[in-house]
């Protein structure tokens, strides 16, 4: 198994963790009747936050993962060119190369 790919899957392990851990104190909490009122509704706010964090970055690796497996891994959804290498070691789910990136952040103002 590559190397990216232990990375990624132990990525996905992690992340499949966090949002169990997550929403498993979330139900023992509901269980037990504690937090009540704005305290229980800003706790709620707060875990939802953290389960779409973890849920869209879990999407990712999975797609990742789905790219390596079909051969695609690495290569640039816009532009079809190699994502650099520094850039896929500080995002290993990345789509896309630095430069089409930044010309869709530019896009996106």
Request: with cysteine; net charge negative; hydrophobic share 35%.
């Amino acid at each position: 198994m590559s190397e990216v790919k232990e990375r990624l899957l132990a990525k996905q392990a992690h992340l499949r963790q966090r949002l169990g851990s997550v929403q498993a104190t979330e139900r023992r909490e509901v269980q037990e009747g504690q937090n009540d009122g704005a305290q229980q509704w800003e706790v709620s706010e707060i875990r939802d936050g953290l389960d779409d964090e973890a849920t869209a970055e879990l999407n990712q690796v999975d797609l990742a993962l789905a790219r390596l497996d079909a051969g695609e891994y690495g290569l640039c959804e816009s532009c079809g060119e190699q994502i650099g290498e520094k850039r896929l070691e500080a995002l290993p789910y990345a789509t896309s190369c630095i430069e089409c990136a930044e010309r869709a952040e530019v896009l996106d103002r």
